[in-house]
DNA sequence: AGCCTTCGTCGAAGCGCTTCGACTATACGC
DNA sequence: GCGTATAGTCGAAGCGCTTCGACGAAGGCT
């Protein structure tokens, strides 16, 4: 009824528990002949290690955990999909991934949690610029890897999502749609000043390709609400009647600027295009029209972030992973070629439904 | 620097090993002082009880596994706060919860990771009716308890949506703003015929709450693609021009609906209202107007899911507990007073932005 | 031939905890 | 008063595994 133990593998097969336990780890050599006869006994058995007495032994668990800010701003399907890639790729390389959703905010909860042993390392989401946590870990002495970069990831390893190259791709896309005024719609200023990544190397990355391709950058904070994305919006164009295209970092935010070019009678892409700068499939798909996007690779940053992490957990001289993945441009309904600004304030057609809400 | 143990505990309290244990566990009585000194030296080292060693030797790890589908439809904002809302509820509880996301198709994968003794039991997701996965679970003989429930769920705990009554709550709403012919926009009939609960309750509720308001019950299955929505909203038209309410069952699909309605020149809610039946605040503020709709309770399913199972581990006759959770009502853009249908098929106002996807 | 490695295996000592049986001292019943 | 609980503590035996040291056998070197 209970598993079987590793005795009764090595009863069955006439050798030492030792043994047994080299011919699973491949400790120490053991004979083909007797492998064999050890893995037959295991599968006869229906043999599975067991995982504590395994860790308890060998003093690594083969548990990581997923450090998580609980209900934080802004969670939604690319995060779930990203857990879930991580949570595969540590369950194909044999670990388990384990959840702490917590905001640290002293070393204490955190400490506490690592120093049950119940895990070998941790890895960290949504990493500011200069995240204390990152100083925490290190203090902790906990092995760990982040997804996100603080501003000198000198020596730790990270997987993050290329936000300069994202948002540069996505302005190369519009100046070639014939786009001349293009502005960047970015998170609230808090974020900004507070370091977080996306809003700086975004931010960064916009100016950069703007100034290269001649143009002049016009860029503005948003909270991430509806409303502030109309009210953002509508005093934008008071103040740059001219813009065509916008390119914008939150998806609330969006979706108030695509209400209030309603309002004025402005259809999209015909006399405003937009491109979100990271937006999931499932949700871009929710407006309309559909929001043409840069999707950010969720999955493969799961996966490089566990994978970071075990590498760094299992080779002793472990060479620092360090990676940036750009997201991809998806073409929806959102974005077309740049209408004649001057033609556009009273729109061909009629007044839009007005707002509902 | 490692983590002190609980021998340096007892020598510094000057009480045996086992002692500590009993203070530790309330296992057996121990005198306040002697408690009180335990106590004491404990918190001077900062201990923490090692997890993986306390697993092995009282063969309760205090590790439950969550298992969710993999990359599965449908899975977004609200699937990932009711995650978050598990873990949290296992670790006030002084639990972990490990994630193991996969597709169960034989008793293999599964067995072969609980062999493995790291969980003390088995949180399951997205139950269908006839789900196979109980069937194995019970086999395997894993403690377990269920989100979602099985056709005949006599013997197992489990917490889910009421979907009949959230269906009903819904309708009655429609039925207060002057709807009179209200149509049903369930799954797909592939989904309703494997049994799929969401899509099988809330017919029913549909059925019966139209029935009980002398309504004529209008329903259609609908694949979850933005597509499917605009065919079946077309077709679901013409068979009934006089459909002046939806209630939707899939988030996609009303996007292909709220499409397929600006293509008629049809405005929402003004010429037609549409209630999503299980959309969370993220999904339904995404669109134009933003939906009214019913919000899953995920949080409290999480935490539900995860009490349910860990009182069942912990207490010996443990009372099953069985839970249905409705959704709540939030009124947004996408619902108003019943309009005159014969009033509607020529819009008062313009043809609206065509399809640009 | 003699010596040193390497291979293949065994037995035993833990890893840090829970739990069982045993023991002492005190309280209780009648 | 004596048996009998009960509170409070201790020591030791595991839980199922990894890993260390040891040892014989086989092979390589000079």
Known sequence: MSAPTMEEVARRANVALSTVSYA????????????????????ELGYQPHALAR????????????????????????????????????????????????EIHGVGDLQQLIRQSLVDGVLVMEVRLNDERIELLRRIGVPFSIIGRPAAPSDIG?????????TRDAVTY???????????????EESFNAGYGPSVRAAAGFEQVTRAAGLTPISR??????????????????AH????????????????????AAERGWRIPDDLSIVSLVSSARVAEM???????????????????????????????HELVQRLLPC?????GSTGPSPDPALRSHPKSVPPQGPTG
């Open 221 to 238: 904070f948003c909270g991430d609400t509806a409303l502030a994305g109309r009210e953002v919006f509508e005093e934008l164009i008071r």
């Open 287 to 317: 407006t309309l029209p559909p929001l043409t996007a840069m999707t950010p690779p969720s999955a493969e940053l799961g996966q490089l972030g566990v994978e970071t992490l075990i590498d760094q957990l299992e080779e002793d001289n």
């Open 241 to 260: 009647p001219k813009v065509t295209a916008l390119a914008t970092m939150n998806e609330r935010a969006t979706v108030g600027v695509m209400q209030a």
């Open 158 to 166: 990270f997987a993050d999502i290329d936000f300069e190259q994202t």
């Open 174 to 188: 519009l100046v070639g749609l014939g786009h001349r005024q293009i502005a960047f719609l970015n998170h609230a």
């Open 55 to 102: 860790g308890l032994a060998s003093k690594r668990s083969r548990i990581i955990a997923l450090l998580f800010p609980a209900l934080s701003r802004g969670f939604g399907a690319t995060e779930l999909e990203f857990v879930t890639a991580a949570a595969e790729a540590a369950q194909s390389r044999g670990y388990h991934l384990v959840l702490w959703p917590m």
């Open 328 to 332: 991809r441009l998806v073409v929806r």
């Open 24 to 43: 699973l780890n491949g400790t120490r050599p053991v004979s083909e002949e007797t492998r064999m006869r050890i893995w037959a006994a295991m599968d």
